[in-house]
């Protein structure tokens, strides 16, 4: 009994060849999750055209193999063959496609990353900091100091508004230059 086959489809001008399961006809409905960006935006442009089988297997491999022959033999359209949409040269299914910038990760690189930052832990010696964090850092340190030295100032009250204030600044705002005088 057949349980592999390789497909073609025709999207317009463009082209896709694949490996399908049997008993899955996923290949003639369309599937934006399963396919790559190029096919889904020429199907949005043109629409499936046609879809034909053009060969079964009983094994995954021997399906693989040609599915690879038929890319080979058609051209891919990124490496400027031929009307390919497909984004490898085939037999791999979607392990052997090459993520380029844009694209979502697959769970090992996801993992991979979110390891790579654990590996900062507070209490470990980090890099040397770049110029601009530097500067942030200095300018809260500067901003703490302005605070502590304006908290040593006095507080009063003035007496036509009851406004409350620094001592230096109230001299020259209120009392006897108050706009509630």
């Known amino acids: 009994m057949w349980q592999f086959y390789v497909y073609r489809q025709w999207l317009g001008p463009y082209e896709y060849i694949g490996k399908g399961t049997e008993g899955s006809n996923r290949h003639l409905a369309t599937h934006p999750k399963d396919r790559n960006k ?7 442009k043109y629409g499936l055209d046609k879809t034909e089988i053009l060969a079964y297997f009983e094994k995954e491999e021997d399906a693989f193999a040609f599915e690879t022959l038929k890319i080979k ?43 790579n930052k654990r590996k900062y832990r507070p209490g470990k010696k980090r890099g040397p900091r770049s ?51």
């Open 38 to 44: 190029f096919w889904n935006n020429a199907f949005k």
């Open 131 to 181: 110029d601009w964090t530097k500067s942030i850092l200095a300018d809260r340190a500067k901003k703490q100091s302005v605070n502590k030295f304006r908290d040593g100032f006095p507080r009063v009250i003035c007496p036509y508004c009851g406004k409350i204030g620094a001592e230096n600044l109230m001299k020259r705002w209120h009392f006897n230059n108050c706009k509630s005088k």
């Open 73 to 115: 033999e058609i051209g891919r359209s990124n490496l400027g063959l031929g009307p390919l949409l497909n984004l490898t040269n085939g037999g791999e299914g979607i392990k052997g496609c090459i993520r380029q910038r844009g694209y979502k990760q697959t769970p090992e690189h996801i993992q991979k990353r979110t390891q």
